[in-house]
């Protein structure tokens, strides 16, 4: 039988073709053996059942036909928070984690704000916030019946049972209702332009990926939606490409937002805006 040292150094080679292939390899064989991967560093010599060698090969070749790791595992860290993904939701990306970060920054620790979490997907926005803000009241919408299916699951998972799940197309549901905090990580890629790995594209869903014209087609819906939602004094955070910055600031302006600010992430990309309705 083969030991994890052995299984690790063929897959990392078998693997060259990704940007990480070892951290790929151990994630995969830590999910094919049920532990974690620290197990696996702690117990290099451990030796693999061949049923399991089987699985953690099949594995590997679905991650080097480009298929994402987190679909692979039906898992994903969010901050610090497990998330079941599949093909019906996007992969939760450190860089919202950043979005979070702002609209946990300006709720009040005991506050019991009204936070919505627009096209929640996964649900990794509204259960981060509710984990960490429990005396708020979080709404996650979402157009897709089968995202937020996983988003229920996720909440519950966590131990979230307060949120409240409902499907609409950006705010068509929401009828009148109004909320202290908008948070959302729209569809924002341009197809024709996009920087983003082919094989990233091709797995995830359009309906969350696909931004339009130029990637802004959500943004400007939602921005021009959004200030009759929110409370005054309350405020939207939106993530945005790279080069979009420029576009949501105007669209804040037009729609009679102030105080509009952009966030980097620790390379100095900008990645979300922040705006507050008077």
Same mark, same amino acid.
């Given at each position: ?27 995969l064989?830590a ?92 649900? +990794?926005? =509204? $259960? &981060?916030?509710?984990? #960490? ?9 979402? @157009?897709?019946? %089968? +995202?937020? =299916? $996983? &988003?229920?699951?996720? #909440? ?8 409240s799940? @409902?499907?609409? %197309? ?12 908008i ?41 021009s ?43 100095g ?10």
């Open positions: 039988m083969q030991t994890v040292r052995q299984l690790l150094r063929n897959a990392t080679g078998h693997l060259c073709s990704s940007d990480s292939p070892r951290l790929d390899a151990e994630v064989l999910a094919v053996l049920g532990t974690d991967r620290s197990r696996l560093y702690a117990h290099p010599e451990m030796t693999a059942l061949p049923t399991s060698v089987a699985d953690f090969m099949r594995l590997l070749n679905s991650r080097r036909a480009g298929y994402p790791v987190a679909y692979l595992t039906g898992l994903k860290e969010f901050r610090s928070l497990a998330f079941r993904v599949n093909r019906h939701t996007l992969i939760p990306r450190p860089e919202t984690e950043l979005l979070v970060d702002a609209a946990l920054e300006r709720i009040p620790g005991h506050t019991g704000a009204r936070v919505l979490d627009l096209g929640t997907g996964s649900g +990794a926005i =509204a $259960v &981060a916030v509710a984990a #960490a803000r429990p005396h708020c009241a979080v709404t996650a919408v979402d @157009l897709s019946t %089968d +995202a937020l =299916a $996983v &988003a229920r699951e996720n #909440a519950a998972a966590n131990g979230i049972t307060d949120i799940f @409902l499907q609409s %197309d950006w705010f068509g549901n929401l009828r009148n209702r109004r909320f202290d905090a948070l959302c990580n729209p569809p924002y890629v341009d197809f024709p332009r996009s920087a983003l790995p082919a094989d990233e594209i091709r797995f995830e869903p359009r309906l969350a990926l696909d931004g339009g014209h130029q990637g802004v087609d959500c943004i400007r819906i939602i921005i939606c959004s200030f009759r939602h929110i409370n005054p004094g309350g405020f939207i955070i939106i993530e945005h490409a790279h080069d979009q910055g420029d576009f949501v600031r105007q669209q804040f302006r037009m729609n009679h937002y102030r105080d509009i600010i952009t966030g980097r992430d620790y390379a990309i900008e990645r979300y805006t922040c705006a507050l309705r008077p």
